[in-house]
Nanobody, 116 residues
Framework: QVQLVESGGGSVQPGGSLRLSCAASGSILSINDMGWYRQAPGKQREPVAS???????NYADSVKGRFTISRNSAKNTLNLQMNSLKPEDTAVYYC??????????WGQGTQVTVSS
């Protein structure tokens, strides 16, 4: 299976930026799709952004135009550039990787807090 480790979370003021990274290791050759979810306190985990088949990107309506997902296959990393952050973006962000034969793997999550 794949091991995923997120980094880059932290605290920022509204309007600020953060860049999350997710490092993949283990059985990475069969990874198809990757993406990010987030979970705010008291809420269900929700999709944020994904990369399908290595190039097609999808975004939640709430982050379109502010977040950019990218994947560096050579470095086995997934990134999420988050600009114009809002208090409602506060959540734990999780990356995932899908493998046809092994299903979905999740990282441990990284906290993002947007507050003045």
């Amino acid at each position: 299976q794949v091991q995923l480790v997120e980094s880059g979370g932290g605290s920022v003021q509204p309007g600020g930026s953060l860049r999350l990274s997710c490092a993949a290791s283990g059985s990475i050759l069969s990874i198809n799709d990757m993406g990010w979810y987030r979970q705010a306190p008291g809420k269900q985990r929700e999709p944020v952004a994904s990369i399908i088949s290595g190039y097609r990107t999808n975004y939640a309506d709430s982050v379109k135009g502010r977040f950019t997902i990218s994947r560096n296959s050579a470095k086995n990393t997934l990134n999420l550039q988050m600009n114009s952050l809002k208090p409602e973006d506060t959540a734990v962000y999780y990356c995932y990787a899908d493998q046809p034969s092994r299903g979905r793997s999740w990282g441990q999550g990284t906290q993002v807090t947007v507050s003045s």
